[in-house]
């Protein structure tokens, strides 16, 4: 079955960086939509990143030119480089795929900017 591990979140301080993975088995990360969602408390879920199979990717505007997708099809990770960091970053992330017209989630990586 597919399943999603996210690692790498914790806590930094404003204009530090971090890197977050995500670790899938039960499929190939290059057949299937990838992105990084975040969800603040109070606050509904948004979609920061994305990588379509094609290379293509997508980022929410508060993060274009710090943040980075990117997938290593040997590894079958994807990762999110997360460079000048805001107070306004600090949520729980999430790795998320779509698959089949199925969307799955991993249980989520904490960013804590203080």
């Known amino acids: 079955h597919v399943q999603l591990v996210e690692s790498g979140g914790g806590s930094v301080q404003a204009g530090g960086s971090l890197r977050l993975s995500c670790a899938a088995s039960?499929?190939?990360?290059?057949?299937?939509?990838m992105a990084w969602f975040r969800q603040a408390p109070g606050k509904e879920r948004e979609g920061v990143a994305a990588?379509?199979?094609?290379?293509?990717?997508n980022y929410l505007d508060s993060v274009k030119g710090r943040f980075t997708i990117s997938r290593d099809n040997a590894k079958n990770t994807v990762a999110l480089q997360m460079n000048s960091l805001k107070s306004e970053d600090t949520a729980l992330y999430y790795c998320?795929?779509?698959?089949?017209?199925?969307?799955?989630w991993g249980q989520g990586t904490q960013v804590t900017v203080s």
């Open positions: 998320v795929t779509d698959l089949f017209e199925l969307r799955y």
């Open positions: 039960g499929y190939s990360v290059s057949t299937g939509y």
């Open positions: 990588v379509d199979t094609d290379g293509s990717t």
